[in-house]
């Protein structure tokens, strides 16, 4: 099947200019893990997750064509199989049964998607769930806590206790306090920014296993708007304390790019650097 450019518009056009300023100024391969067409499990299926998931493939399409070998791409998606609820001020699990949990079977407009294009192979496409990225936060987190004993100097992380509960905090760039985890017992209630921050320190784990260590990597994660908040928390802290000390060597980024309606005209494009940030500890 021959491989033919595609017609990018509005958000894509802004984010294909500036992967080639990149790939332009930084003349070393690039591996680029590209994200899009969430979707609940439950609830299905969203013009948004078929118009991003689209738009996805369209600026990998142009990319490849373009800088050919200097460019490694990896499509995935990640599914909402734990019903998150958040916005600026809250973040909380959703009670409530939608129908069956199929956390692993994509919806059939993401298949078919996948089958027309000729860059995408279906074989080593990526799906990844926020439910186990939950879980491995949690071992994260748990690691983090015991480090913050031994090394009270790590001025990234918080613990406070109040009665019965913990609350352990990763404290930005701009020097807010963002709530990772809450500890009751033995029970650990992560929050948003933790499952994003795991995710993103995941795939930059599987980028290095499928290439080379030496290689730079890029996120580059397509989202709604109403999840900017979340996915800009979870990767600042992803680059500064999620990412395993090994990977730092090279230098890693996140794109988010959020989308504020469904052709993609309003949207913004945040971006975040392992070279910015010179205090990244790892785990």
Known sequence: MPIERKTLVNYQISLFLKIEHRLITENKPLVIFLEAGHFNSRLGITNFSVNSFQGAIDI??????????????????????????????NCC????????DVSHKLPDEIEDILYRSPIAKRDRFVISSERNARNRGISTLKKMARSLKSNPKNTMLALEETGDVKKLYYKSEDRHNILLAEVIGNNWI??????????????????????????????????????????????????????????????????NVCLGDKNGTIYTIDYFDSEYYQDCLGV
């Open 60 to 89: 990998a399409t142009n990319l490849i064509i373009e800088f050919k070998k200097k460019i490694r791409i990896i499509l995935g998606v990640l599914i909402d199989n734990l019903g998150l609820g958040c916005d600026n001020n």
């Open 190 to 255: 992560v929050k948003c920014p933790t499952i994003m921050a795991q995710h993103y320190a995941d795939l930059f784990q599987m980028m290095a296993q499928r290439f080379t260590l030496r290689y730079p990597r890029m996120v580059i994660d397509i989202s709604e708007m109403l999840d900017r908040n979340k996915v800009n928390c979870g990767a600042e802290a992803a680059l500064r304390q999620f990412v395993k000390k090994q990977l730092n060597r090279s230098r890693q980024e996140i794109l």
């Open 93 to 100: 699990i959703k009670l409530g049964h939608h129908g069956p």
